[in-house]
């Protein structure tokens, strides 16, 4: 969540750990601000929708903000260039030769 909107968020999806059989060491991910389009208007005191999106129905709307979607204010662009909002790395903490090399769980012994 950024605030102060609720349906204001950082993140990503369809991120590949491993390339060409390896996993990754390291990988640093910069982010955009999301809008799940929950709130209904174009500033950070805009009301919630009626029936729950900015559709007005059960599915939520989620884009990434542009220079032409964000709020009046522009809180997210510069030089009419979208922020980034955050930086995530992940780094791997084992060892393992491939993916398909991990070993299965063993499953646990009943009581």
């Not at 809180?75 to 090399?101: C, D, E, H, K, W």
Request: negative net charge; charged residues 10%; hydrophobic residues 35%.
């Amino acid at each position: 969540m950024i605030a102060p909107s609720p349906d204001w968020f950082a993140g990503f999806q369809d991120l590949l750990l491993c390339r060409s059989s390896n996993w990754v060491d390291m990988l640093e991910i910069t982010v955009q601000p999301w809008d799940a389009g929950t709130d209904c208007g174009t500033t950070y005191t805009s009301s919630n929708c009626a029936g729950g999106t900015s559709a007005g129905g059960a599915a939520v709307n989620i884009f990434e903000f542009t220079a032409s979607t964000t709020t009046s204010a522009n809180v997210f662009v510069n030089n009419n260039q979208v922020l980034p909002v955050a930086t995530i790395t992940i780094t791997r903490s084992g060892y393992s030769a491939s993916p398909a090399a991990s070993p299965s769980p063993s499953p646990s012994p009943s009581p």
